[in-house]
């Protein structure tokens, strides 16, 4: 198991001034010392100037938001994270840069079927970072394909384990429990990703539609539960207003009405009521009884 662990460093800057100093001076009193034939002082100004070329390969810039990940003869040393002018140890090869910046995924629709077995699309989005560098390299292969390829699993995983639609008012669904889903997702993506030193920001559906094959049925069915609500709304308003309207010719002794006289008025009403187009009434001038 890898662990992020900070790199040993220096600063750039003097660093870069002391080698430009001994590559320049060294570079001039080897050929000093050549012209004079002193062939050990030649060597030892080669050597300096050696030295100075080989230190400027351990100079590094990072950038803010980005980190470098050292290894040394295919060991990992150590990771730089301080935006900066570096020097780390030239021999540090390679030195892989890594964003720490924050990253959008979107998914490609995926056709799955929901608890209840109809085919359905879906489509997330992830908001992610890279947390510890270490594993974000020497876990996975690559982790910018194993964020997609995993998000897809929780994704599909999601889609199977709730329905589209709930059946009843303390169901969790797909499209009515937006919240409770959400947050499921994110802990079930966050779960997959912890081992690649990955970290979960923000994660919700971007798109939920059923398949082409069943879109049309579904919408009937849809708009049918609609009307039986709606007309369940009306009944009930309906029959409330025929009790308040007999309740109150009772109270104020308007009139006495008998059992067929009452079914009669509450079929009346009713009609008035919960009928879809204006009623046409019919005027009686007899009597009360003829």
């Given at each position: 198991m890898f662990r992020e662990k900070h790199a040993m460093v220096l600063p750039g800057l003097p660093l870069f001034l002391l080698f430009l100093a001994l590559v320049v001076a060294g570079g001039w009193y080897f050929f000093n010392r050549l012209i004079a034939t002193d062939w050990w002082m030649a060597g030892a100004a080669a050597l300096i100037f050696v030295?100075?070329?080989?230190?400027?390969?351990?100079?590094?810039?990072?950038?803010?938001?980005?980190?470098?990940?050292?290894?040394?003869?295919?060991?990992?040393?150590?990771?730089?994270?301080?935006?900066?002018?570096w020097w780390v140890n030239p021999f540090t090869m390679p030195r892989r840069a890594v964003s720490l910046r924050i990253r959008n995924f979107e998914s490609s629709k995926l056709k799955v079927n929901d608890h209840d077995g109809n085919p359905i699309e879906i489509a997330a989005i992830v908001v992610w970072r890279v947390t510890d560098t270490a594993e974000a390299v020497f876990q996975v292969d690559d982790f910018e394909n194993y964020v997609r390829v995993q998000t897809e699993a929780a994704l599909r995983n999601l889609a199977t384990t709730y329905p589209y639609d709930a059946h009843n008012v303390d169901q969790l669904s797909l499209r009515t429990s937006s919240d409770e889903i959400?947050?499921?997702?994110?802990?079930?993506?966050?779960?997959?990703?912890?081992?690649?030193g990955l970290e979960v920001i923000e994660a919700r559906i971007s798109h939920l539609a059923y398949a082409p094959e069943i879109a049309q049925a579904m919408l009937r069915r849809q708009q049918a539960s609609a009307v039986v609500a709606a007309r369940t709304r009306i009944v009930e308003g309906a029959v409330g207003m025929v009790e308040m309207a007999l309740d109150e010719l009772s109270k104020r002794n308007i009139i006495t009405l008998d059992d067929e006289r009452k079914a009669a008025m509450v079929s009346n009403l009713l009609v008035v009521l919960c009928s879809e187009q204006n009623t046409q009434p019919v005027v009686n001038t007899g009597s009360l009884y003829t």
């Amino acid at each position: 198991m890898f662990r992020e662990k900070h790199a040993m460093v220096l600063p750039g800057l003097p660093l870069f001034l002391l080698f430009l100093a001994l590559v320049v001076a060294g570079g001039w009193y080897f050929f000093n010392r050549l012209i004079a034939t002193d062939w050990w002082m030649a060597g030892a100004a080669a050597l300096i100037f050696v030295l100075g070329f080989i230190g400027f390969g351990g100079l590094t810039p990072v950038s803010p938001n980005e980190a470098r990940v050292l290894q040394l003869l295919g060991t990992y040393t150590g990771t730089l994270r301080d935006a900066g002018f570096w020097w780390v140890n030239p021999f540090t090869m390679p030195r892989r840069a890594v964003s720490l910046r924050i990253r959008n995924f979107e998914s490609s629709k995926l056709k799955v079927n929901d608890h209840d077995g109809n085919p359905i699309e879906i489509a997330a989005i992830v908001v992610w970072r890279v947390t510890d560098t270490a594993e974000a390299v020497f876990q996975v292969d690559d982790f910018e394909n194993y964020v997609r390829v995993q998000t897809e699993a929780a994704l599909r995983n999601l889609a199977t384990t709730y329905p589209y639609d709930a059946h009843n008012v303390d169901q969790l669904s797909l499209r009515t429990s937006s919240d409770e889903i959400t947050e499921r997702l994110k802990t079930e993506i966050q779960d997959r990703l912890a081992k690649a030193g990955l970290e979960v920001i923000e994660a919700r559906i971007s798109h939920l539609a059923y398949a082409p094959e069943i879109a049309q049925a579904m919408l009937r069915r849809q708009q049918a539960s609609a009307v039986v609500a709606a007309r369940t709304r009306i009944v009930e308003g309906a029959v409330g207003m025929v009790e308040m309207a007999l309740d109150e010719l009772s109270k104020r002794n308007i009139i006495t009405l008998d059992d067929e006289r009452k079914a009669a008025m509450v079929s009346n009403l009713l009609v008035v009521l919960c009928s879809e187009q204006n009623t046409q009434p019919v005027v009686n001038t007899g009597s009360l009884y003829t």
